[in-house]
């Protein structure tokens, strides 16, 4: 198995690190899956638990909240073992999370196998990006992260879709096994295409507590709280906008969705060509964009086609946003790579949670515009940072990234 090098800047990326690369796409593309594949069977699985929608929801809360805190924890302990490994065990815990899932006879155990998919998404992500840049020149940088976060809109597009026809047809469990199966076989895959990625240290305490001292780093968390939850206290609701306020009917409303996803595949990708020379730019632009489309959407909804366009460039624009703070966090956390990555998702984790609480209160009390402004005003607030950081220099994350993590 080689080991990755530290690559000159213009180094060509041969074609296995193009395949190696796609596994960990793969992963992340069965970590969202699995991650909301309750969404679609939830009455099936309360009914088949014999407990409350309530109750059974918790198989959705409980992976984001295990992962934002394990996630450091369980780098910590991971030491200086090698990341290739690391990122086999996370997939490992995948599949056993969706095993349990497809076998449990009662929502303990339920959520003991959600439990697993807490710490596969924690370990796992912070492991992906680092892993990634590490595996092509610097210059390639952002693609090689765009091609790992694909799976996050393959994911929404295709996995969880898919999922739940699955269970339509065969059964809640069955989608379980499925995702269990699929599991492996990217297990198997990444065993053997993913190269050795050895370090020279882990990540330790000191290194969490010195990206808070970081200016840059802590820029990028501060608008990654900012822009995610905007993103989140909006599209938590957009199904019931859609139909509600726009008027659509169902079908119309999962196509656009449909199509939302799409946009945010292509979004990923374009970010990612853009966001290792212009990380800064990138950022600001797709949480700019991401508040124009949330505080625009409202006055639309009368207006059909405007609204479904604005629906597709706020796919556009989310599809950015993870690669545009990923490569920022990676560039401001200096000789702490796996640090900022660690750090980053948890608080990731939390944005979201933040997001979804902040959205849903607005709405119970004033309505869903409301929590579309709300949530604007917050991407906006992030967009202002994000360029009032670097008026009058040249700030860290625009500048070339080092050859490797470590």
Do not use: C
Request: charged letters at 10%; glycine letters at 12%; hydrophobic letters at 60%.
């Amino acid at each position: 198995m080689p080991v990755v090098e530290h690559l000159p800047a213009d180094a060509p990326v041969a074609a296995r690190t193009w395949v190696a690369l796609a596994s960990i796409s793969l992963g992340t593309f069965a970590l969202v899956t699995t991650e909301f594949l309750p969404v679609g069977l939830l009455k099936e699985i309360a009914g088949g638990l014999d407990v409350t929608e309530g109750m059974a929801g918790l198989a959705v809360t409980m992976p984001g909240v295990v992962a934002a805190v394990a996630g450091p924890l369980m780098m910590l302990a991971a030491g200086r073992i090698d990341r290739r490994l690391g990122l086999v065990l996370m997939t490992a815990l995948l599949a056993a999370s969706n095993a349990v899932a497809a076998l449990a006879p009662n929502i303990a155990l339920m959520l003991a196998g959600r439990f697993l998919l807490g710490l596969a998404v924690g370990g796992f992500w912070a492991l992906a990006v680092s892993a990634a840049a590490r595996m092509v020149p610097p210059a390639k940088m952002g693609s090689a992260i765009a091609v790992v976060l694909a799976g996050i809109s393959a994911g929404t597009v295709l996995g969880v879709p898919a999922g739940a026809l699955i269970g339509e047809w065969a059964g809640w469990r069955s989608a379980f096994a499925v995702a269990a199966a699929a599991a492996m076989l990217i297990l198997g895959a990444q065993a053997v295409v993913l190269p050795r990625l050895p370090v020279e240290r882990g990540v330790r305490p000191a290194g969490l507590i010195a990206l808070f001292r970081r200016r840059d780093a802590l820029v990028g968390l501060a608008a990654t709280v900012l822009v995610i939850a905007g993103h989140f206290a909006a599209y938590t609701f957009v199904t019931p906008f859609l139909i509600d306020l726009a008027r659509f009917d169902r079908q119309a409303t999962t196509m656009l969705l449909a199509a939302y996803g799409v946009a945010a595949f292509f979004g990923n990708f374009i970010a990612g060509r853009l966001a290792t020379a212009r990380t800064r730019a990138t950022l600001a632009g797709v949480a700019l964009l991401t508040a124009g489309v949330t505080l625009v959407l409202p006055r639309s909804a009368p207006f059909a086609v405007s609204t479904a366009l604005l629906v597709v460039v706020w796919g556009v624009a989310f599809g950015g946003l993870p690669v545009a703070l990923q490569t920022w966090m990676y560039k401001a956390s200096g000789d702490e790579k796996e640090a900022g990555q660690v750090v980053f998702n948890s608080v990731f984790q939390w944005a979201l949670a933040l997001g979804a609480l902040i959205g849903g209160t607005i709405v119970d009390r004033t309505g869903i515009a409301a929590a579309m402004a709300a949530g604007g005003s917050l991407a906006l607030a992030a967009a202002v940072l994000v360029a009032a950081a670097g008026a009058g220099r040249a700030g860290r994350p625009d500048a070339a990234p080092p050859a490797a993590a470590h």
